[in-house]
């Protein structure tokens, strides 16, 4: 597997949204599972969200829970987290991986950074 290419980072306001993207083109991307994460400065990465292979199940972390929605596109090989109602403790680096694939590896992430 290839490193897998996050975009659509940037700077907001508290309350605003950002919508990212990931593409994982010529990786079966379909019979996967797939997951977001974050790494604030300072701080371990942690689970954002996922979503099963065909999207019928997403699972959040509390913390985002009500405001961000992963979603993914198969015909294009991309999956999605839409965030809305952004807050400062949102700011962080954030990634997505294959579910549950051991050694998959991580790319350069996209920096989300909400001003209060």
């Known amino acids: 597997q290839v490193p897998l290419i996050e975009s659509g980072g940037g700077l907001v306001q508290t309350g605003g949204s950002l919508r990212l993207s990931c593409a994982a083109s010529?990786?079966?991307?379909?019979?996967?599972?797939m997951a977001w994460f974050r790494q604030a400065p300072g701080k371990e990465r942690e689970f954002v969200a996922n979503i099963n292979y065909s999207g019928s199940r997403t699972t959040y972390a509390d913390s985002v829970k009500g405001r961000f929605t992963i979603s993914r596109d198969n015909a294009k090989d991309t999956v999605f987290l839409q965030m809305n109602d952004l807050k400062p403790e949102d700011t962080a680096v954030y990634y997505c991986?294959?579910?549950?694939?051991?050694?998959?590896?991580w790319g350069q992430g996209t920096q989300v950074t909400v001003s209060s």
């Open positions: 010529g990786q079966s991307f379909s019979s996967y599972a």
């Open positions: 991986n294959f579910w549950g694939v051991d050694g998959a590896p």
